[in-house]
């Protein structure tokens, strides 16, 4: 243990910042199971007895009256020589349970591991903290959220680092999903040399965008004054399934390419059928049509004109398969209401009108297209994460790979795949140094066909030139058969041979372009 006391630690440079304090304490018998909903990318395991440094610096950035807090754990015996840095969730940078479950996975397998809370003491509840005051956005707080401070817990990282082992790290990862996908991609354009390899998935890269559009299924129930019953959208999603399923060759109970499924929910309103939550016979009501017919397309104007992408058949709306759906409800006996999920009001409430008072029930559509388009004005700037332009990433060596659930049911995956896209403009073989895996049946970040092997391909690129192909995933189909199957590197999707007949063999697959 020795080494672990604050004065081993030099105070380390951070522009524009001073250091407020260093604090070193030593944490042993550290036991956690870890399962890949805590750490994207990898697989889970069993965290015994593990002994490390912990090491908190605390800085403050001149004129801006923060406190900003990075951790780092610092692995006692059997370092691996590398840092693997992790990233947030939600509204969360870091430093809470979320980030200290990625932690406590990447502890376990040697590496040194660090977090930071962007000056933010309790990210889960912004109405603490993105407000000044009524009116008044917190600008600072909402740009560390954001990601200006990103690259401070890099260098503090590495200085720690350098300071505790006498060395700097061989290399240097950063993990996430979601929120962390974000920030790693945040990363890769903003400070390409800070990260040797970026695995980043389920990016959360438009925020102003897809956060605020969660509501628009809610906007239209509100308007209508109707609200379906979840069973009536679980049974739209089951119709959908059974008529895109078998496009790809397989019966499975998995559209394995949703987006291209163009299910009309409309013939089949006045329908009866069999609700099994509460095992009786409902009627479609064309409302449940509407509703799920408006998350599949996404929001649009007055005029019919986009403003964001919408849900892939298949996914959960009604939240009762995953928790949260964009168009869920409560209902009793005899009445429905809507539950929306909280961070697309609260981000009507909090960043948009700046009121947490206001009524988002009472928001009209045109009302709603307005606040979007506000939305992107006031924060791409400060939460985007979506510049196409990774050339200073691509020549520094970095490399990164993402994989995005296709059934994502926060983050529609045509924003990734719109993005991928882009970068070609800038690095016309963007497959030389990123490489995306769309998710067949997969929510968001977790769940049923999750890759655990992201993070171990992305090391073997960076460390040994292993250039990524296939990945393989386990999807458990409707009959709760188990699946192996391959993921390709987007814009291929894995194709069933026919003759080799196995649909639950990964070796009856192969890679096509779509």
Known sequence: MSGCEPSTFTQPTVQGATVLSVSAQVVTNYSRQVTPVYYPNHNGLDVQDASFCNVTVSYTNEGQDDLVSVETWLPVEDWNGRLQAAGGSGLGPGRFDMSYGNMAGAIGEGYATTSTDAGIPNPLDPYSWV??????????????????????MAIIAKSVIRDFYGKPPDYSYFNGCSQGGRQGFEMAQKYPTAYDGIAASAPAIHW?????????????????GEYPHGC????????????????????????????????????????????????????????????????????????????????????????????QGVAATTCNDTVCQGNPIALGYQWFQLFVQKDPAYDTTAMTPEE??????????????????????????YQAGGKMMTYHGMYDQFIPIQATEQYYDGIRQFVPNVEDFYRFYEVPG??????????????????????????????????????????????????????????????ADAACFTCAAS
């Not at 102003?208 to 209508?224: D, K």
């Not at 559209?255 to 009627?283: H, N, R, W």
């Not at 929001?299 to 009604?318: A, C, E, K, V």
Request: with cysteine; glycine share 10%; net charge negative.
């Open 208 to 224: 102003a965008q897809w956060a605020p559009a969660m509501y628009w299924p809610q906007v239209l129930m509100n308007t209508l």
């Open 368 to 393: 709603f297209a307005e606040m979007m388009r506000k939305s992107g004005e006031e924060y791409d700037s400060m939460v985007a994460s979506s510049d196409p332009d990774l050339t200073g990433f």
């Open 131 to 152: 407000l000044e005051s009524p009116g008044k956005a917190n600008e600072v707080l909402l740009r560390h959220w954001g990601g200006d401070i990103l690259n401070d």
């Open 442 to 503: 997969l929510a968001h970040c977790f769940g049923n066909g999750q890759p655990t092997t992201v993070f171990d391909a992305l090391r073997a690129w960076v460390e040994n030139g292993t250039v990524p192909g296939t990945l393989p995933t386990t999807l458990i189909d409707a009959s709760g058969t188990r699946n192996d199957r391959i993921l390709c590197p987007y814009p291929e999707r894995a194709v069933f041979i026919e003759e080799c007949g196995n649909s």
């Open 232 to 323: 009536e959208l679980d049974y739209l999603t089951y119709l959908a399934i059974r008529e895109c399923d078998g496009n790809d060759g397989v019966i499975d109970g998995i559209i394995s390419d949703p987006i291209a499924c163009f299910f009309d929910p409309f013939p089949y309103v006045g329908t009866t059928f069999t609700c099994t939550l509460e095992q009786k016979t409902m009627e479609l009501s064309r409302t449940a049509a509407i509703i799920a017919n408006a998350s599949w397309t996404g929001p649009s104007d007055s005029d019919g004109d986009f403003i964001w992408y919408g849900f892939t058949r298949g996914t959960d709306l009604s939240g009762d398969a995953t928790g």
